[in-house]
């Protein structure tokens, strides 16, 4: 009997040794999957430090490679623009395996961008003109072109001097009369918002002198001219005698390397918002005016001609 009570106390013990080496056993596994989590957790936390701060007032961009840093408000400034959209608002987006904003495009113009939106200036100078085109595209591509004020871009023919005559539907202005200054005035009166653009051709039958800007005011005698500097040869930027432009002398053969004469074809851009002006000549820029407060209260676009026969043409846009 007793011999019996023995063996069923052991297979008890056995049986008690086999339940608790499951419960360890269950134990340890349940111990792996927390030490497996605790891991992961600590992997997350540390990616998540190694990850840039995305907040409400800075960003980080990468562009094809290139990291950008910013703010939201330097973003803003286009509230309406396809940046704006894009890295504000929450549209899906590629990002980086550091989890910045990834953008496929031209750093170089992009840097531009952002001191464009920083600034509200356009750039001064572009090394090539390649960059002004990547520049140019960029701002088509995010939307930020100044708004475009509706320009009427013929001669004003209740604006020009006596001694001028329009034809070709407004778009040609001719000397007929004497040699002298001649006023006249491009589009149906002031611009007093947005952005507009007007490109002419001049033609001058002789080398003299002829300028191109903006007046804050229409002239009381339009044939007398505006914006002269004595000696000048070549392009001249003058902000006096009632108007703001360019001026072209070419008496003598300019020694520009840009080569101005006759032929020219120039580009005025007028930013009355910013205050700006922007000038080219035949596709080079110029000159420029920036934040000036005279811009801002309006303006009209005007030109002096001055050789009987000089010919000026309103380009398409």
Same mark, same amino acid.
């Given at each position: 009997m007793s011999e019996i009570q023995c063996d069923d106390g052991l297979t008890q013990e056995l049986v008690n040794l086999y339940e608790l080496q @499951?419960?360890?056993?269950?134990?340890? %596994?349940?111990?792996?999957?927390?030490?497996?989590?605790?891991e992961?957790?600590?992997?997350?936390? $540390?990616? %998540?430090?190694?990850?840039?701060?995305? *907040?409400?007032?800075?960003?980080? /961009?990468?562009?094809?490679?290139?990291?950008?840093?910013?703010?939201?408000?330097t973003l803003s400034k286009h509230p309406n623009s396809t940046l704006v959209q894009k890295l504000i608002h929450g549209e899906r987006m590629p990002r980086d395996k550091e989890g910045r904003i990834y953008l496929d495009r031209n750093p170089k113009a992009f840097s531009r961008i952002l001191d464009y939106l920083r600034t509200g200036h356009f750039p001064q100078i572009f090394q090539t003109p390649n960059d002004e085109l990547a520049f140019t595209s960029e701002l088509?591509?995010?939307?930020?072109?100044?708004?475009?004020?509706?320009?009427?871009?013929? !001669?004003?023919p209740e604006l020009i001097a006596p001694g001028l005559e329009i034809t070709d539907g407004g778009k040609t202005i001719t000397v007929i009369g004497e040699d002298q200054d001649h006023v006249a005035i491009i589009g149906d009166g002031k611009i007093t918002s947005g952005t507009a653009t007007v490109s002419v051709k001049v033609s001058i039958p002789r080398p003299n002198r002829y300028s191109i800007g903006v007046v804050s005011e229409l002239p009381l005698n339009m044939n007398k001219g505006y914006g002269y500097k004595t000696g000048a040869i070549g392009?001249?930027?003058?902000?006096?005698?009632?108007? $703001?432009?360019?001026?072209? &002398?070419?008496? &003598?053969? @300019?020694? *520009?390397?840009?080569?101005?004469?006759?032929? #020219? /074809?120039?580009?005025?851009?007028?930013?009355? #918002? %910013?205050?700006? $002006?922007?000038?080219?000549?035949n596709g080079v820029r110029c000159a420029e005016l920036r934040s000036c407060?005279?811009?801002?209260?309006?303006?009209? /676009? +005007? +030109?002096?001609?001055?050789? %009987?026969? +000089?010919? !000026?043409? /309103?380009?398409?846009e």
């Open positions: @499951a419960k360890l056993e269950a134990e340890e %596994r349940e111990l792996d999957q927390k030490m497996k989590q605790l992961k957790f600590k992997a997350e936390q $540390l990616e %998540r430090k190694k990850k840039p701060k995305q *907040s409400a007032e800075f960003v980080e /961009i990468n562009v094809n490679g290139h990291i950008f840093a910013t703010t939201v408000e088509e591509y995010f939307q930020l072109q100044p708004t475009t004020t509706p320009f009427h871009t013929v !001669w004003n392009w001249v930027l003058h902000d006096h005698s009632g108007c $703001l432009g360019i001026y072209c &002398q070419t008496q &003598q053969v @300019a020694p *520009s390397t840009l080569g101005y004469s006759t032929q #020219d /074809i120039v580009t005025v851009t007028v930013d009355v #918002d %910013r205050g700006n $002006l922007f000038f080219k000549v407060e005279v811009i801002k209260l309006g303006v009209y /676009i +005007a +030109a002096t001609l001055f050789n %009987r026969g +000089a010919s !000026w043409v /309103i380009l398409p």
